[in-house]
C-alpha cells in the first residue's frame, strides 16, 4: 500500500513539473523582444489605380490635391473610361508666349485662357517685347546677343526667341493666337512620355493643297512647339541663325525683303528638324509624308496635320481627324 501511494505521489509530481515546463515555455514566448533587424516576408505591392471599364476618368482636382500635399502628380489620362497613369514627362510644365502687348480683347483673352484652362498645372510665362530683348540679353552669349539685336524687325526676334527660351528652360511655346483644345499631358500617347524629348507638327505636305504653296515638303510649323530644355534641334538651330543673321541682313538691305522663311521661320525650321531625324534614325522625309496619327522618330514626336491644326493654323489639338 505504502508502494503504491509512493508510485502516485512521484507519479503526481512528475505531472506537476511538466505542466510547469511547459507555462514557463509558453510564457516565455508571449515576452520574449521582436528583432526588428530580422527580415520581413516582403509585401505583395498592390497598384494604387486599377484600370477598369467601369471606373470613372480621374478629375483634374485631383492632381491638383497631389501637388499641393507635396507628392508628384502622376497625370493620369482618361482612357476609355479607365484611369492610367502616365510616365515622368521630360517636357517641363511651362507655357511660353510672346506679344507686343497683351490686351483685353475677347479673342485673345479666349485664346490665353484656353491654355489656362486647359493646362491648370503648368506655368505660364508671358514676354512683351522688351522682357524677350531683356532675357536674350541676360541669358545668352555675345555670339547669340548680338544677331539677335541686329535683326531689323520684332518678328525675326520673336522666331529667334522662341527657340532660346525653349533651348534654355524647355516647355511650350505657343503664339497668342493659338488656342488650346486639348490638355498637354494628353499630347504625347500613354507610356511614351519619358522617351520624347520635343514635340513638333506637320504643317502640310505634297498629299495637301497648301504643300503646294510652301517652300517645304513636308512643312513643320513653327507657331507651337514643346521640348526638353537644351535639345539638339534647339543647339543647332540657334547657331544656325545666329551664323546667317550677317548675310541676311546684307541680302535683305540689297532685296529692300526680309526673307522671314529662311531666317528664322518654318523653312529653316524644317531643314534643321529633318536633318536631325535623318541623322538620328537614318529615316527621310518621305516618312512623315501622310500621317494620319502621332509617330515618334528617335526622340521626336510627330503629330500629323490635324495634331496642331495645320491646315487652320490658329487652334491646337492632338486629335486625330
Not at 516565455?28 to 477598369?52: C, E, Q, W, Y
Not at 482612357?79 to 507686343?100: D, E, F, M, Y
Not at 529653316?268 to 522618330?297: C, Q
Request: glycine share 6%.
Amino acid at each position: 500500500m505504502a508502494k503504491q501511494l509512493c508510485s502516485a505521489k512521484n507519479a503526481f509530481i512528475l505531472v506537476i513539473f511538466v505542466h510547469a515546463f511547459f507555462v514557463l515555455n509558453f510564457w516565455g514566448t508571449l515576452t520574449t523582444p521582436i528583432d526588428v533587424d530580422k527580415p520581413k516576408i516582403p509585401i505583395p505591392h498592390r497598384s494604387s489605380t486599377v484600370a477598369t471599364q467601369d471606373a470613372p476618368p480621374v478629375q483634374i482636382e485631383v492632381i491638383k490635391e497631389q501637388e499641393e500635399m507635396g507628392r508628384p502628380p502622376t497625370h493620369p489620362v482618361s482612357v476609355t473610361g479607365a484611369s492610367v497613369p502616365k510616365k515622368q514627362s521630360l517636357i517641363p510644365g511651362l507655357i511660353h508666349q510672346t506679344a507686343r502687348e497683351f490686351t483685353q480683347s475677347t479673342t485673345q483673352s479666349k485664346n490665353l485662357m484656353s491654355w489656362q484652362v486647359n493646362n491648370p498645372t503648368y506655368q505660364i510665362r508671358r514676354y512683351v517685347d522688351e522682357d524677350v530683348t531683356k532675357f536674350v540679353v541676360a541669358n545668352m552669349p555675345q555670339t547669340i546677343v548680338q544677331p539677335f539685336l541686329a535683326m531689323p524687325t520684332a518678328i525675326l526676334q520673336a522666331d529667334f526667341f522662341r527657340y532660346i527660351i525653349l533651348l534654355q528652360q524647355g516647355g511650350v511655346y505657343s503664339d497668342i493666337d493659338t488656342k488650346c483644345l486639348k490638355p498637354i499631358n494628353q499630347w504625347v500617347p500613354v507610356g511614351m512620355e519619358d522617351q520624347v524629348g520635343m514635340i513638333v507638327g506637320i504643317e502640310s505636305d505634297s498629299t495637301t493643297k497648301e504643300g503646294v504653296r510652301n517652300s517645304r515638303d513636308p512643312q513643320i510649323l513653327q507657331w507651337t512647339i514643346a521640348s526638353r530644355p537644351g535639345h539638339p534641334i534647339l543647339h543647332t538651330i540657334v547657331e544656325r541663325i545666329a551664323s546667317i543673321t550677317p548675310s541676311q541682313i546684307k541680302e535683305g538691305c540689297t532685296k529692300k525683303v526680309w526673307d522671314v522663311m529662311e531666317w528664322t521661320g518654318p523653312g529653316l525650321w524644317t531643314d534643321t528638324v529633318l536633318e536631325y531625324i535623318k541623322s538620328t534614325t537614318g529615316r527621310s522625309s518621305d516618312a512623315l509624308r501622310g500621317l494620319t496619327k502621332p509617330e515618334l522618330f528617335g526622340d521626336v514626336l510627330v503629330l500629323p496635320i490635324a495634331g496642331f491644326a495645320g491646315r487652320i493654323g490658329t487652334e491646337v489639338t492632338t486629335d486625330e481627324e
